[in-house]
């Protein structure tokens, strides 16, 4: 079993910037890739990017291409979202995950945490 706990949401001006959080716990190894989405208050949950386990490369939703940007530890068992040029419409409750096999849906799941981006 593996345990995601997202942390560093909260309230910023458009334009600001905040860093988010996944700290993976159990099983860490050996994953396919870890992701990041989000969900706005009446819209359905987005891809916001992921970071591949094998090689780090990451993947980015076009919407925040240029103005976010995944990273991990070396141990690979924490994800980071560094997110600048924050707009408004960024506003969502954001999630990370983590998926065993690129062929399957995301296995686990964090409880998520609230960013506001004020205009």
């Known amino acids: 079993q593996v345990q995601l706990v997202e942390s560093g949401g909260g309230l910023v001006q458009a334009g600001g910037s905040l860093r988010l959080s996944c700290a993976a716990s159990g099983r860490t190894s050996s994953y396919y890739d870890m992701g990041w989405f989000r969900q706005a208050p009446g819209k359905e949950r987005e891809f916001v990017g992921r970071i591949r386990w094998s090689d780090g490369s990451t993947y980015y939703a076009d919407s925040v291409k240029g103005r976010f940007t995944i990273s991990r530890t070396n141990a690979k068992n924490t994800m980071y979202l560094q997110m600048n040029s924050l707009k408004p419409e960024d506003t969502a409750v954001y999630y990370c995950?983590?998926?065993?096999?690129?062929?399957?849906?995301?296995?686990?799941w964090g409880q998520g945490t609230q960013v506001t981006v004020s205009s």
């Open positions: 995950a983590q998926r065993l096999r690129y062929d399957r849906p995301y296995d686990y």
